[in-house]
């Protein structure tokens, strides 16, 4: 698993039958990472008292949030051409008696709140990812006032205690969810905005984790992945009053009946303790897949993005990994051309690949972020150079991820279906290592994890057949 990067924006839909009168219309648009998927599920869910239900089209929508990211690009610019669009619609509506409200949630609304009422004054709410369990307030507000609400704040209180239960599981599917156990980052790394955007670390509480984690596995829910901006920097209070790692929360989680697999991310190599290693060796519920970025394989550069460890670190703790869990396989974040990066660092950078070895990656051009320390760096290295290391890299790393894929074609693995497949009579789920995994069968095995024999590799996810399949048939 990784982040699902700024880009396409994933629309969030849910139940869309008709809306009886007393019911209003919510469409959500969610850019970047799981967090922001988790978040908007979350907004939805303050909002279903008020009437709020899920619509497929923005037209039929009498609200519409854009959750939005910041970590790299034109972001904001992003947002501020979906917003023009948007403001036609709301126009539209408004003619036939209907109104619209807009808001703005997210990385961009934390970073550029008053810029977005300035360049558009048809925006409602502005409010930032802290602050989302007082949306029912800024509806009510900006319903009353007829004016914008702004809502940037980091409140003191930790807005999971004020949230509803979680009606049903979130996306992506109804046998998966996300789970935000810590949010915020005190890291500070050069090219970072999430310091600056979702604020300093904080970690809820494990008697709180516990009671979501087992509402989502009472309905069924029984894989469930724990997100945070540092998931392995976990330190929320227990029961008993002491703090508790990533580790001593998962091993609970592994005791939640029903639940058979547990994921985390995103993790920091820095917080990749003994105790976590260990939790990978001895908990099977814990997916042999993980996603643990490491930014470039240049000490220099490692210092320079205050990363706060070495390449030669990151190999030992991957070492000590796989020590641990032999069929562990990694996923990991890359950023070329930071400031300063020299062809000789990027070769590090390759090196490091070669001999760790990746299973799946995401790799980006580094993207200077107003305010972070690397924006106002000497040697910022030229757009084609970016361009060149990036695909030098991206061709290294698709090669390892075909080789892992390929070496699973003939063996037999366990894949947790969540859905039915693009093809009529095909179900599809997932493997431990997150790859999509495709087999003719019956509706009816969907929410079981089978074993699957792979026969084939696809682009993007593998083929396979059910073992014993007359059994399942
Ligand atoms: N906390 C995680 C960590 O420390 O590895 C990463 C969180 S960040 C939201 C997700 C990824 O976006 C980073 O790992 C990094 O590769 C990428 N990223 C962040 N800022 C960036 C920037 N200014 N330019 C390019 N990529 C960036
Ligand atoms: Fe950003 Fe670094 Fe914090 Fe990750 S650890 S969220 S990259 S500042």
């Known amino acids: 698993m ?43 869910d303050v909002l279903r008292p008020l009437g709020y239900q899920s619509v497929d089209a923005p037209e039929a929508a009498d609200m519409i949030i854009l959750n939005t990211c910041h970590i790299r690009d034109k972001a904001a610019e992003k947002v501020f051409s979906e917003l023009g669009r948007l403001r036609k ?50 509806v009510a507000r900006a319903a ?18 004020f949230l509803p239960d979680a009606a049903a599981p979130q996306t992506p599917g109804n046998y ?36 979501e984690a087992r509402r989502m596995a009472e309905s069924g829910v029984k894989e469930i992945s724990l997100l945070g901006q540092n998931v392995n920097a976990y330190h929320g209070e227990g029961p008993d009053g002491t703090v508790w790692g990533l580790a001593q929360l998962a091993n609970a989680l592994a005791t939640i009946p029903g639940l058979s697999r547990l994921r985390y991310t995103t993790s920091h190599p820095r917080d990749m303790d003994d105790a976590l290693i260990n939790a990978h060796r001895d908990l099977p519920a814990l997916m042999p897949f993980l996603h643990l970025p490491v ?19 990151y190999r030992d703790i991957v070492r000590r990994l796989r020590d641990a869990r032999p069929d562990l396989a990694l996923s990991s974040d890359f950023i070329v051309g930071h400031p300063g990066e020299t062809d000789e660092d ?31 760096a000497p040697l910022q290295v030229p757009e084609d150079v ?6 030098a890299l991206q061709a290294l790393l698709r090669q390892q991820q075909d080789a892992f894929n390929a070496a699973l074609v003939g063996q037999t693995i366990p894949v947790l279906f969540t859905g039915e497949g693009r093809k009529p009579g095909q179900i599809a789920g997932r493997s431990p290592w997150l790859q999509p995994v495709h087999v003719s069968g019956p509706r009816h095995l969907i929410g079981q994890e089978l074993p699957v024999r792979i026969t084939e590799r696809l682009t993007n996810s593998l083929g396979g057949t059910l073992v014993e399949e007359t059994v399942y048939a």
């Open 346 to 376: 990027f070769e590090a950078t390759m090196q490091l690949v070669r001999d760790v070895t990746f299973a799946q990656a995401y790799s980006f051009k580094y993207s200077p972020r107003p305010g972070t320390p690397a924006a106002g």
């Open 295 to 313: 930014q470039s394989g240049s000490d220099r550069i490692l210092r320079a993005m205050n990363r706060g460890h070495t390449a030669d670190e």
């Open 2 to 44: 990784g982040l699902r990067h700024a880009g396409a924006p994933v629309v969030m839909t849910g139940s869309t039958t008709a809306l009886s009168p007393s019911r209003r219309g919510l469409h959500v648009i969610t850019w970047g990472c799981q967090m922001n998927v988790y978040d908007s599920a979350r907004m939805s």
């Open 176 to 211: 998966t969810a996300f789970l935000t156990i810590q949010e915020g980052c005190d890291k500070f790394c050069s090219f970072c905005v999430v310091p600056y955007t979702r604020g300093a670390e904080s970690s809820r509480s494990v008697t709180s984790v516990l009671a």
């Open 144 to 161: 009353r006032a007829g004016g914008a609400v702004i809502d940037t704040d980091f409140p003191a209180e930790q807005k999971f205690d």
């Open 386 to 391: 970016k361009d060149a290391r990036l695909q």
């Open 89 to 138: 619609i709301k126009e539209a509506r408004k003619e036939e008696g209907a109104q619209t409200i807009i808001a703005v949630a997210g990385c961009v609304a934390q970073a550029e709140g008053q810029e977005i009422l300035t360049r558009a004054p048809y925006v409602d709410i502005v409010l930032g990812p802290q602050t989302y369990h007082r949306l029912p307030e800024m």
